[in-house]
Nanobody, 121 residues
Framework: QVQLVESGGGLVQTGGSLRLSCAAS????????MGWFRQAPGSEREFVAA????????NYADFVKGRFTISRDNAKNTVYLQMNSLKPEDTAVYYC??????????????WGKGTLVTVSS
């Protein structure tokens, strides 16, 4: 079965950094585009960043451009999200997603259970 396990969340002060990891198993990792999404309390899940199958292309939400970096290591079946200059509004549960069509919806999408990031003011 497909499993995505996020790690690296925690409590950090404003301006600090965290590196999230998502370890994938049960799928041919390089056949999947990978993404990070987040959901703040009382809000809908929103797109954060995505990376293509081979890691040659990335996309970011406007609110994280210049601060967050997504990367992947296909040899380790792992995708990362380096988060710098964190703000209180970045506080959310961060989810890893895998999608063979880079759509992040429907039957081709797999989701992790999330890791909590809390940024104190």
């Amino acid at each position: 079965q497909v499993q995505l396990v996020e790690s690296g969340g925690g409590l950090v002060q404003t301006g600090g950094s965290l590196r999230l990891s998502c370890a994938a198993s049960g799928l041919f990792f390089s056949s999947y585009a990978m993404g990070w999404f987040r959901q703040a309390p009382g809000s809908e899940r929103e797109f954060v960043a995505a990376i293509s199958w081979g890691g040659d292309s990335t996309n970011y939400a406007d609110f994280v451009k210049g601060r967050f970096t997504i990367s992947r290591d296909n040899a380790k079946n792992t995708v990362y999200l380096q988060m710098n200059s964190l703000k209180p509004e970045d506080t959310a549960v961060y989810y890893c997603a895998a999608d063979s069509e880079a759509r992040y919806s429907g039957p081709n999408t797999y989701w992790g259970k999330g890791t909590l990031v809390t940024v104190s003011s």
